[in-house]
């Protein structure tokens, strides 16, 4: 299969209008730095993954809206590990013509809407919002442990106790952890000991011991849960 998106794209040293979708299919980005730049057109350069020597650039609008949206003009340098969606809009003027450029629909780190009066010419504003972007962490394997033996203690009898260890998703991860990261599997198995015998007052038969995963869902990926939306 030949992927034409890569041979497509348009030889520069920063990520351009062209590279995006339209608005509703642009891209996310994880900032991973922002720096200034030697330039009166261009001052501030945001580095992202994924980029590969392309950062973006972004125009002075959306360096307000940057700013404003997430109240934050002196230490831009705390942009880094935030999140945007980018898109690109055909409707952006440059000289007086429409040629199209790089817009912010969504971003992290705000709660609800914010609406920001966009700049579209010396004398015109435009109203301009851009919506939350939800942001799923993705989960280490001993932050997921953590948050399993911390359900454990609100199972308050035995019944609560299998369902809460046989169920399904919970499964599927301990049988991960059991193939991929055997210390914390560990630590799944002496907490569900310990709160066996909290529960019953004596020592817990293999299948208390999340031992009894053996038909949980394979799965080759070890990666817990997490990433943009």
Known sequence: MIDMNKHIIAKSDQLNAADLGPRGKGRIIRI??????DSSEQPIIIDYEG??????????GMRRLLAFAWQ???????YAGRYVEVY????????GEKSGGIRISRMSHISEPVTYPLPISRTKRIP????????KQR????????EYIEGLKVCADLESLLAY???????????????KHATEHKRVVDANAIRYQE??????ADEQRGEANSDAPEDDDDQFPGGAE
């Open 199 to 204: 529960l019953a007052g004596e020592g817990p």
């Open 51 to 60: 980029g590969e020597g392309r950062p973006w650039k972004p125009s002075k």
């Open 88 to 95: 690109n809009d055909p409707d952006v003027l440059w000289a």
């Open 165 to 179: 260890q046989n169920d399904e998703a919970r499964a599927k991860w301990v049988a991960i952890l059991k193939d």
């Open 32 to 37: 991973t730095r922002v720096r200034e730049a």
């Open 128 to 135: 301009f919002t851009v919506q939350p972007l939800v942001v």
């Open 139 to 146: 989960q280490t394997p001993a932050g997921w442990v953590d």
């Open 72 to 78: 934050d003009v002196e230490n831009a340098e705390e």
